[in-house]
Structures are given as C-alpha cells and as structure tokens.
C-alpha cells in the first residue's frame, strides 16, 4: 500500500500537474478489493460511481459485466439432505483464505451451480439507479431531455481530437505514427495534409502521411479482441483472486489500443499491479519494470526548469522505497515457504532498458541547446521517449497476460487437488 500511495506517477499528475486522478483510481482499486472481499454488489456499486465521474473506465466494462455474471448472479444449488437453513438458496459467505477461496469455481466445474434471477435482478436495479441519478440530476429541468443526453454523449466521445495525443502516448499508436515518419524519410509516396500533424503538437484529428488513418471503431475492435482472451479465462474461472490481474491487463489493452489516450491513462495500469506486486517474485519483476516505465513517459508532463529536478528526484525515490519494500517482502515469504533464495531482482534486458530511456530522457534535457538540430525538431525528444517507452508497454502487455495465465494456472491445480482421486 505504501507503494502504492507514494507512486511517482500519481504525484507527478495529482500534485504537480494537478489532475486529480487519485480519487477515481481510489474508488477502481476500492471496488476490485471489494470483489477479493467477496463484497461483489459494494464492489459493482462502486465501479457505477466511478464510471459516472470518468468515463474512460468503461474500457472495464466487459471485464466486471463477465466475473459479476459469474461470481455474483450464480449460486450454489441447495443440498436436499441439508436442513432448511443451509438449502435457502441463499449465497453463501466464502472465506478469502487460501484455503478455500476457490470454493465457487469449484462449484461451478461440478455442475452445482444455478443462476439466480434475483441476484441478476439486484444487481442491475443497483446499477440502473446509480446511472438513473447521476443523468437525471442534469436532465430532470432540461428543456428537451433527448437533445441534452445527445450533448452528453457527444462530449463524453470527443472523436475529434484525433488518434493522438499532442504528446503521444506511449501506446501502439505511437509506433503506428513513428513508422508512418519513418516511411515518409525514407521516400514512401505521402499525403501532404498528413505529414506535418502526427507531431505537430496540436490537439486536432490528424491524418497519416502513409499509413491509412485508424477510425475510433477499429480502435475499439482491436481492444477488445486484445482482451478476449482473459475475458474467456474470467468467464470459466470467475475467481475473486484472478479479478486484480484481469483488471491490470484490461486496462493495459484500453491504453495500448485505445482512440486518443493519454498518457496519464498507465497509472489505470501500474496502480492495480502495485497491489499485486507481493504475491510473487514475477509479480514484483512485472510491477517494478512497469512502474519504471510509466514514471519515464510521465516525465514530458513537468517541462519548466523548476519541475526537472523535482521529477526525477521523486521517480528514483519511489524505484528506491519498491526496492527496500518488495525486495525484502518476498525474500522472506521464499524463506518461510522453505523455498530456496534466488534473486528476485528485474532481469538484466528490464535493467538495460530503463537505464536506456534514462538515456533518452537525459537526451531530452540537453537537446534544445544543441545548435541547430534543437531548434529545427524541438518535439523530436518527446517522439523519442514516446516511442521507446511504448516498446516497454508491449513488453510488460506480453509479461501481464503471462502473469495472468500462470494465476490461473494455479488455481486449475488447486481444483484439480481438491477433487476425490
């Protein structure tokens, strides 16, 4: 937790840039808890709220929509030679222990579950009427209800912004539109209107020079298909303790893929792996290397000369106090599991990479003063650090989906354990 609320990335947005992200991540990591709780209607209650203050987190949608399905409107079916109060149909409580946590897939792979109309009914009267509050509050004196939701919804989808940030985020898009320079320079027949507006620092729809220009539509395809895989996983296996790592590839996928991201959106992402990063050693690797990354492509956001030191003191700060927590934590779960000691540092490739976009970041710093070249590309550096921390965001999207897998993993095994030989 300590980790987690000192995040370099949250300071530099909440308190330095002033975006005021931490209450809405606050109620996201508030309401994935509240599943591992197996408080399921308080966690969907407030994943309503938090959709009615910031609608970027309806990216999560399918995911809570499938393990609440799951999780939440299957019960188990009454035992006929349990007594009255045992058979009333009722969900039952389930421990979050070890243990027994799994006790409700378990149920499900036997067959004994049967969906409950009334815990589906509950749940979306709950939803409905946190929605139906939160639009009536504006619509109830407007003067034509269906033209102000119209408004709502127009600039609730702002699609004309463009593919892009102003500062690319450090997604596939980012790559799609370094390539589309790349092939510009190197002589590919282009578009005049599109060469200039990829980079040009405006906040506008822009077309590529070369490559074909990618609708909203297909961003949102792409996404999805992206997250299908663990959506099916989360289907078949709607566990509590599979929920947080599903989230963190979800929304990873959302930022990767996702039509006019900004570059904020990665604390959606290392926030959740944050909390996860005790559970083991390659959770720790995943979330140290990620958090590395994201603080990194967070740094074009403090651009005056009074925020440079600032940015970077914070961000070694916090790769220290992840280092003198987590390190230590799982050296001693190893130790008490009677498992021997290895290292639980990143690997060699993670260490070289982040020591190379600090490079890039140190290149930043000093190329406006460089003669001529700093003045003629003054966004070169940021299309840099842009680029080469995307590369990082793939590399932790394969990490986070195997990270994912392997959770799942061991909780077949624990299934598997549990059933009479």
């Given at each position: ?139 109830w004196d407007h003067e034509d209800p269906i033209a102000g939701m119209q408004q709502i919804l127009t600039r609730l989808f702002p699609v004309q912004r463009g593919l892009c940030h102003a500062y690319w985020a450090p997604n596939v898009w980012a790559l799609y539109a370094f390539l589309d320079k790349i092939l510009v320079i190197l002589g590919f027949p282009a578009s005049t209107e599109g060469v200039a507006l990829m980079s040009g620092g405006l906040v506008q729809e822009a077309s590529f020079a070369v490559l074909p220009t990618v609708s909203p539509l297909v961003c949102a395809v792409l ?199």
């Open positions: 937790m300590l980790v987690t609320v000192l995040d370099a990335g949250l300071l530099y947005v909440d308190h330095i840039h002033f975006q005021y992200n931490g209450m809405l991540l606050g109620l996201l990591i508030l309401s994935a808890t509240k599943f591992r709780l197996q408080q399921d209607l308080q966690g969907a209650f407030l994943y309503a709220v938090l959709l009615m203050f910031k609608h970027i987190y309806l990216y999560a949608a399918p995911l809570y929509f499938i393990y609440l399905l799951g999780h939440y409107c299957y019960v188990k079916k009454p035992d006929p030679e349990s007594s009255d109060d045992e058979a009333s149909g009722k969900r039952r409580k389930r421990s979050i222990s070890s243990t027994d946590v799994h006790e409700t897939i378990q149920d499900m792979h036997d067959g004994n579950v049967a969906f409950s109309v009334g815990n589906f009914v509950r749940l979306g009267v709950m939803v409905l009427a946190v929605f139906g509050f939160a639009f009536g509050s504006i619509l996404t999805f298909a992206m997250m299908t895989p663990v959506l099916r996983s989360i289907w078949k296996y709607p566990d509590s303790s599979l929920f947080m790592s599903a989230l963190a590839y979800c929304m990873l996928c959302s930022f990767l893929l996702g039509y006019h991201v900004h570059e904020k959106a990665i604390l959606q992402v290392t926030l959740p792996m944050a909390l996860m990063a005790a559970d083991s050693v390659a959770s720790m690797r995943l979330y140290r290397f990620a958090s590395g990354v994201a603080t990194i492509s967070l740094f074009p956001l403090l651009f005056t000369p009074a925020e440079q030191g600032s940015k970077v003191l914070l961000g070694a700060c916090h790769a220290l106090l992840a280092e003198v927590v987590l390190v230590p934590l799982l050296k001693q779960s190893l130790k008490e599991r009677h498992i021997k000691i290895k290292a639980v540092g990143m690997s060699l490739f993670e260490r070289l990479f982040l020591a190379g976009l600090a490079g890039l970041v140190l290149l930043a710093a000093v190329f406006p003063y460089i003669p001529r070249v700093g003045s003629r590309y003054p966004f070169l550096p940021l299309m840099l650090i842009s680029v080469g921390c995307a590369i990082g965001n793939l590399y932790v999207w394969g990490f986070t989906v195997t990270q994912h897998f392997r959770k799942l993993d061991a909780v077949k095994y624990y299934l598997d354990a549990q059933r009479p030989k």
